[in-house]
T-cell receptor
């Protein structure tokens, strides 16, 4: 079974400030990794996914970027936060190939003020 | 139109009732996931289905690939089952999520 470590749990940042959210995975190797965002009252939206080190696919044009510097590390970043970046961010892991069970981190509640 | 539609959006039931949550999708998929999100935001994977039926405790999930439909059933519902239940379909490596069903079980 995989364990997903995601931090911080909550974050309040001013508009225009940078962002770095980190996600690390235990219990598997070479997983598919995902960043999702859940805006208040809405469903989960896929932001980025990665099938390996340095391989990032972006699903939605936006103010955010992602990096995978190590096999089990996935980082979500922004150079300048916007108000619209507020939301609940979730990291997820899925052992490749597809059709495997998903494991989620505990999430980060980001408020941009 | 969302590729994944869930119904109902909200469901309130008395403890002990049999619960059914439905999920319909419009694309060919490789798998379907049922997830449970608790008030704190944490998400737990309940089932991953590609065909047929799976059972875990009081939870049962079924999928009909031809009809592009899946159901999640909860037998003998309990207040601790109160949560948002999310259906997600998998196409290749991409997951598309429904907006969830908020279930409230009243003691």
């Amino acid at each position: 079974s995989q364990t997903i470590h995601q931090w911080p749990a909550t974050l309040v940042q001013p508009v225009g400030s940078p962002l770095s959210l980190e996600c690390t995975v235990e219990g598997t190797s070479n997983p598919n990794l995902y960043w999702y965002r859940q805006a208040a009252g809405r469903g989960l939206q896929l932001l980025f996914y990665s099938v390996g080190i340095g391989q990032i696919s972006s699903e939605v044009p936006q103010n955010l970027s992602a990096s995978r510097p190590q096999d089990r590390q996935f980082i979500l970043s922004s150079k300048k936060l916007l108000l619209s970046d507020s939301g609940f961010y979730l990291c997820a892991s899925q052992r490749g190939p597809p059709n495997e069970k998903l494991f989620f981190g505990s999430g980060t509640q980001l408020s941009v003020l | 139109k969302n590729e994944v539609e869930q119904s109902p959006q909200n469901l309130t039931a008395q403890e002990g009732e049999f619960i059914t949550i439905n999920c319909s999708y419009s694309v060919g998929i490789s798998a379907l996931h049922w997830l449970q999100q608790h008030p704190g935001g944490g998400i737990v994977s309940l089932f991953m289905l590609s065909s047929g039926k799976k059972k875990h405790g009081r939870l049962i999930a079924t999928i009909n690939i031809q009809e592009k439909h899946s159901s999640l059933h909860i037998t003998a519902s309990h207040p601790r089952d109160s949560a948002v239940y999310i259906c997600a379909v998998e196409v290749g490596r991409k997951l598309t999520f429904g907006t969830g069903t908020r279930l409230t079980i009243i003691p």
